[in-house]
């Protein structure tokens, strides 16, 4: 298991258990559950969790945000709910009627998953194009050529990306899917470049004939040629077809061939349609959507832009910005740009000086905490953390912050700001903006301006009009102090944790991992093991035995929370060496063997047995005591200091 394991396994409890969970996938910064029953789940405790900002029900998900480090804590839930991490389930999507709802599940579904390379090669492709503007690295040249290639790949032939998410979606075999985006994207069918394609479509529109388009043939049927590289919509719309397809050979097919027959009808029925009937109305329809958009966006640029731009943060919180990625990505793919999406840019930049300017001016300390990692956070481009965690709470500041993006994408408007490349966030999205034609900056002065515009008004307002909560009036800080005079800590309300095991006491901060090191799981001590047995520390039940055993947790009859975890990352054996003697529910008493382990195997594996044992409930106390490094203490590994409200 990972560093974040203990909220992992929080998440789990308060969602209503794993048997809760219809599906799981996961974004840049949120948890994006499907489950059976959302009354089951318990908002509140979840909201209040260390390492969750919020908790949203949108798009017919249950929505936890976690932050930049969501992927680590999803792996620790499919790991201790026993989910593929590519496992997706169908029952969530019939319970989702709302027909917004789905298609924007659909479209999450399918993105989702190569977002985040999409921005890594998109990275890599505008600093090339940056490099080659100023001349550093020259356009035909070789280490150009591989560059170009490492960043490009992806987009070329995003219809065989698409296809294995789409295939993954939809319920069809992954790799008929991929078979699908590679058939489009075989050089022999791409006769036409796509504006020699689409020239029916324009001179229609212009009012003249008809052109003639460049045909195929297939059994002297005529087909569209079409170049499918770097398209979107075709493929999706062929995969859903293909699933749909797998289902009814799946039911004709006799079983002793249903192994290469279903496949086989679903792929060649599938791809047949898709070039004839579904490939061309399809680019025609989603060049029709384009021109449409761009139709309105050019009766006011700077309205349009104002718009996006001051609602993006909404659209963000409810999920609903999914249904636009679509748009982004069609209009790079047939325009060569997308102006379109481009006035969100400077969102981003107006949260995070909003945040900045809260950094300032607060004297609040937990509210400081928060804003210094949620501004580097926004900087790079991702704003979850800032937008749940501080602006929206704090309400004024989140109003400030669509103001100055609206202003911002006003100017973008305005200024036709222009992405050339997908991928990229936040800083990194500046190189998207050189133009690969003639490789000037003038497109990237206009997005750095945007920018500027965006934090210089979102910070001045910010520091002009927000009022800091520790700015309080004399009589509230008189009642402030009486209230925290009311909390007495009673010296006869203790309860001791006996040492579970022989062998050298240490401080957690000679655990060689950050998580336990640092205190962020839980307050307590280690010891360094000289017998592998566990013994229980405390009257109580047993709340957790990890599917791997190396990690137990018990919880004492008063409600304290102990994990015992058996040396560092040795979830790695997955149970090799471990012999767990209890279950989860046993009632046990102080000195019960809960497990048995063998040092001496574990360690010759490489690793480390030095066992924290912590408490991961300590908010609720007044004090943990280490009284396991007194040279005077013989049973007592920490001792609990409670308190009560009188």
């Known amino acids: 298991m990972g560093k974040y394991e203990p909220l992992a396994k929080e998440i789990i409890k308060n969602i209503g258990g794993k048997e809760n969970i219809s599906s799981l996938t996961h974004c840049v910064t949120r948890l994006r559950f499907y489950l059976k029953d959302e009354s089951k789940a318990n908002d509140e405790v979840i909201k209040k969790m260390d390492g969750v900002v919020t908790v949203l029900k949108s798009a017919g998900q249950y929505q936890v945000v976690i932050g930049n480090h969501v992927g680590l804590v999803f792996e620790d839930i499919c790991k201790l709910a026993g989910i593929s991490m590519e496992s997706r389930n169908d ?69 065989v990306v ?62 569209i040629s079409i170049d499918y590289t770097s398209t979107v919509i075709p493929v999706i719309l062929i995969c859903y077809l293909a699933s749909k397809l797998q289902k009814l050979f799946r039911k004709v097919v006799p079983e002793m061939i249903r192994f290469f027959g279903e496949p086989m009808l679903t792929i060649l029925f599938s791809l047949i349609i898709g070039f004839i009937v579904i490939g061309p109305i399809a680019t025609y329809a989603s060049t029709l959507v384009t021109n449409a958009i761009l139709y309105v966006r050019d009766l006011s640029p700077m309205l349009s832009g104002a718009i996006v731009g001051g609602f993006w943060q909404i659209l963000v919180i409810f999920g609903i910005h999914w249904g636009l990625i679509p748009v982004y990505i069609n209009n790079v793919s047939t325009l060569g740009y997308d102006n379109v999406m481009m006035p969100f840019f400077g969102t981003t930049f107006a949260t995070t000086a909003v945040v900045i300017a809260i950094l300032i001016k607060t004297k609040d300390k937990k509210l400081k905490e928060l804003c210094l990692p949620a501004a580097v956070s926004g900087i790079f481009g991702v704003t979850e953390p800032a937008i749940y965690g501080i602006v929206l709470p704090l309400k004024k500041p989140f109003i400030i912050s669509c103001i100055s993006s609206a202003v911002a994408g006003a100017f973008f408007g305005f200024a036709n700001l222009r992405e050339f490349i997908m991928g990229g966030l936040g800083i990194f999205e500046f190189p998207a903006m050189i133009d690969p034609a003639t490789g ?40 402030s102090e009486s209230n925290e005079s009311e909390i007495k800590v009673f010296s006869s309300e203790k309860e001791s944790i006996k040492i579970p ?82 279950k989860v529910g046993d009632s046990v008493n102080i000195g019960d063997e809960l497990l048995k382990f063998d040092i001496k195997e574990i360690e010759e594996a490489g690793y480390p047995t030095i066992t924290p044992v912590v408490v991961t409930n300590y908010d609720d106390y007044f004090e943990i005591v280490e009284v396991g490094l007194s040279e005077n203490n013989n049973d007592d590994l920490l001792t609990i200091i409670k308190k009560e409200r009188v």
Request: glycine share 10%.
């Open 501 to 582: 095991m022989e062998g050298e006491i240490l401080p957690l901060s000679e655990v060689p991992d950050d998580a336990f090191s640092t205190g962020i799981i839980g307050k307590g001590l280690a010891i360094k093991p000289d017998k592998g047995i566990l013994k229980s520390p405390v009257k109580g039940t047993i709340a957790t035995v990890f599917p791997t055993y190396h990690a137990i947790g018990i919880t004492s009859e008063s409600g304290v929370e102990i994990l015992i975890h058996v040396g560092m990352d040795t979830v790695q054996l997955e149970g090799k060496y471990f012999e767990p003697k209890v």
């Open 440 to 479: 000037s900056m003038d497109n990237v002065i206009v997005g750095v301006i945007g920018a500027v515009i965006a934090m210089v008004l979102g910070f001045v307002l910010t520091i002009t009009l927000f009022k800091d909560k520790e700015e309080v009036t004399e009589d509230n800080q008189k009642k």
């Open 162 to 223: 698409l296809g294995y998410t789409a295939a993954k979606k939809f319920d069809l075999k992954p790799f008929v899917g991929l078979i699908i985006g590679l058939a489009l994207c075989y050089p022999a069918v791409q006769k036409s470049n796509l504006s020699a394609t689409l020239q029916p479509l324009y001179t229609l529109f212009d009012g003249t004939m008809f052109a003639s388009p460049v045909y195929m043939e297939f059994f002297n049927i005529p087909i």
């Open 91 to 159: 029952e969530s999507e019939k319970k989702n009627t709302n027909l917004l709802n789905r298609a924007i599940d659909v479209i999450s579904g399918i993105f989702q998953p190569l977002l985040g390379v999409m921005t890594a090669v998109g990275i890599i492709k505008g600093l090339l194009a940056m490099c080659s503007s100023m001349g550093w690295i020259m356009s035909g040249t070789g280490t150009y050529e591989i560059l170009n290639a490492i960043a490009d790949a992806m987009f070329m032939y995003l219809p």
